[in-house]
Nanobody, 122 residues
Framework: QVQMVESGGGLVQVGGSLSLSCVVS????????LGWVRQAPGKERELVAS????????FYPDSVKGRFTISRDNTKNTVYLQMNRLNPEDTAVYYC???????????????WGQGTQVTVSS
């Protein structure tokens, strides 16, 4: 069974940066598409980045494109999310998630971490 543990959230001012990490345990992480999904209060879950098993295919929605960067290191079973130029609309709980196939929908991810809070203050 895949388990995922996020770290790196916190409070940052507008325009600042944060880096999230997620360690994946269980079956080899290279078997999975890994992604970051966020959920703000009262809003639906939004997939903000995904990366294929070898890093060859990456997806970002327009809301974060050019500001967020996802990467993975299969030797360390870790996926990262670098977030730059943060704004208050980025405030949410960020979840690391795994899927067996590449998708642009958060609903395609069936394994989740516990989440880490990211708060951007204005």
């Amino acid at each position: 069974q895949v388990q995922m543990v996020e770290s790196g959230g916190g409070l940052v001012q507008v325009g600042g940066s944060l880096s999230l990490s997620c360690v994946v345990s269980g079956p080899p992480s290279s078997n999975y598409v890994l992604g970051w999904v966020r959920q703000a209060p009262g809003k639906e879950r939004e997939l903000v980045a995904s990366i294929s098993w070898n890093g060859g295919r990456i997806f970002y929605p327009d809301s974060v494109k050019g500001r967020f960067t996802i990467s993975r290191d299969n030797t360390k079973n870790t996926v990262y999310l670098q977030m730059n130029r943060l704004n208050p609309e980025d405030t949410a709980v960020y979840y690391c998630a795994a899927s067996s196939y590449l998708s642009k929908s958060a609903s395609s991810y069936d394994t989740w971490g516990q989440g880490t809070q990211v708060t951007v203050s204005s």
